[in-house]
């Protein structure tokens, strides 16, 4: 309850499946950790899942529709995280709000939220239309989400261009779902190429890790632990790289870089040939 | 990967996807971040073709003209090798005559089909013409 200038941060991708809502989970969790208030927005109301990522689902009463419609009052609707309390979360409507929700709702929602928080995160549904215009409207600053992978890098830009006609600002780049191995390999898009082709400061990257499937079963998201797995530790890095901490970039293609990778690497970059 | 893949690798046969995958993104985003279609690229080329034609003679089956973009800057390259020059410039042709005419010359593969590796070649080869476009 302190900020008067709460930072309001969309967070979107584009394509869908790529990982936002994680990582919006993920990066609250580690936010409110670090000792911020913290407010989640689920602004993906035909779609919404935030809730079940926090393990939230079972204690939703009233939800930004009854915001809106001043069914209930504010502090009604925010579900406090039991383990973070610094952490609530403000719950999607009936995908029905869709037909009649505004850019101007979504900004009052938000310039609510802002009044008592630090971070207020919005989880912005994927793809190009009304509702991600709507999330983005109400946001200062972006994160947006891609995978190295063609169709994702391809929609991010989309997304990105979109922002940059709507003065959200920074804008910055999360690449999630790395395969170190495959990008040794070049068989996948490094992090460095991504970030040219997008033309976007990188933010962070997180690597491809089971346990985040172990943890979205769950509804604990991995940045709760203390020792993460290599997921969560990307993830927490990117929290506090958020919050203005140098922390610097882990990239696992060059760690785990073997006596085999070094040598083709040598050998290709000495010759030219492949 | 497979051994094959490996085999191929080595013996330079084949790109490694990722480089592909980059290469292809570039040609796209370009495309994308542009709004200009195939079509009226193609047009604008021939346009461009005619308008140097008339002053210098070029090599229609090297010509190059296609989209690039770095840092969100979208630019128009064409690499036009000259054979020689004209004395005299020739006449403007009738609007008609613009869109239609180059076109026997072969080159109406759009660039996004292009290679994009012989097209990086040739602008390392000679002075492209750049012209920035907005956005």
Known sequence: MTSVSARTIVI???????????????????LARLGHQVTVLDADFGLR??????????????????????????????????????????????????????????????????????????????????????????????????NPEVS???????????????????????????????????????????????????????????QVIVSTNRGEPLTLKDNPSPAGRDYRDIARRLGGEQVPLNDPTRERRGLRARLLHKLRTTTGLF | ???????????????????????????????????????????MRREILAVVQRYVEIDLDSCDVSLETEDRVTALLANLPIKRTRPQPLPAPDDSDIAEEPDAAGGSDTPRSGDPALAAEAHGSSDPAEVALPG
């Open chain 1, 49 to 146: 899942n935030l809730d079940l990522l926090l393990g939230l689902e079972n204690r939703i009463v009233y939800t930004a529709q009854d915001v809106l419609s001043e069914t209930c009052r504010l502090e009604q609707a925010l579900v406090k995280h039991k383990q973070v309390p610094s952490l609530s979360l403000l719950p999607a409507g009936n995908p029905r709000m869709l037909e009649w929700l505004t850019p101007e709702d979504m900004q009052r929602i938000v310039s609510l939220l802002a009044e008592r928080a630090d971070y207020v995160l919005i989880d912005a549904p994927a793809g190009v239309e009304q509702g991600f215009r709507n999330a983005a409207a109400a946001a200062a600053e972006a994160i947006v989400v891609t």
């Open chain 1, 152 to 210: 994702a890098v391809r929609d991010a830009d989309r997304v990105i261009g979109l922002l940059a006609t709507m003065n959200v600002q920074p804008v910055q780049l999360v690449l999630n779902r790395v395969r170190p191995k495959m990008v040794m390999n070049q068989e996948m898009l490094s992090v460095d190429e991504v970030s040219d082709l997008l033309a976007l400061p990188l933010l962070g990257l997180v690597v491809e890790d089971e």
């Open chain 2, 1 to 43: 990967m497979t051994l094959l893949d490996y085999v191929n690798r080595l013996l330079g046969r084949q790109k490694p996807s990722g480089t592909t995958a980059r290469q292809r993104l570039q040609l796209v985003l370009a495309h994308d971040r542009s709004d200009l279609n195939p079509e009226l690229l193609e047009q």
């Open chain 1, 12 to 30: 979107c991708s584009g394509k869908g499946g790529v990982g936002k809502t994680t990582l919006t989970a993920n990066l609250g969790i580690a």
